[in-house]
């Protein structure tokens, strides 16, 4: 019997259970070692980056019916960037099976435009995911420069 999945906005009670499914599911039993431990302190998923976008609002969970994490995506408002006046920014995605990738970008972009927002950002990784669902991804064609502030 298939498992149904639904779909929600995350909350600061997932954090938890959201950072276990995407260590395990990057490191398996090995996210204990000094390597690991580096690149989780510099992921997108780590404890504090869940944090921030749970409590923003914008971030959604898919579990199954035993109230598992089997996908998420992290998402936070841009107001006024690239002269339009609200911007999706989705930092990061990741679920068991592309049918559950690709229901959370549709969400992504449904409740954008529900919400009147010009646009949805993704990282450019997004075009390599497994994706069952066609969508019209376009590039960004603004180039962008940084000033690092800490070494």
């Known amino acids: 019997m298939m498992n ?9 009670d997932d954090v938890e259970k959201v950072y276990q499914f995407e260590v395990t599911a990057k490191f ?39 109230k598992n ?13 690239d002269k339009q006046t609200q911007t999706l920014w989705v930092e990061y995605v990741s679920a068991l099976t592309a049918d559950v990738t690709g229901e959370l970008i549709d969400i992504a972009y449904r409740l954008s435009r529900e919400k009147h927002f010009q646009r949805v950002l993704f990282a450019s990784s997004v075009l390599e995911l497994d994706l069952k669902k066609s969508f019209s991804f376009h590039p960004w064609d603004r180039e962008t ?7």
């Open 4 to 12: 149904s999945i639904t779909y929600r906005i995350a909350q600061l």
């Open 145 to 151: 420069v940084l000033l690092k502030t800490t070494k």
């Open 28 to 66: 398996q039993d090995d996210s204990e070692s000094f390597e690991n431990k580096m690149l989780i302190w510099d992921s997108s998923f780590r404890k504090e980056s869940l944090e921030h976008h749970f409590k923003l609002g914008w971030s959604f969970v898919a579990e199954d019916d035993q």
């Open 69 to 81: 994490i089997v996908g998420f995506f992290l998402g936070q408002p841009l107001l006024f960037v």
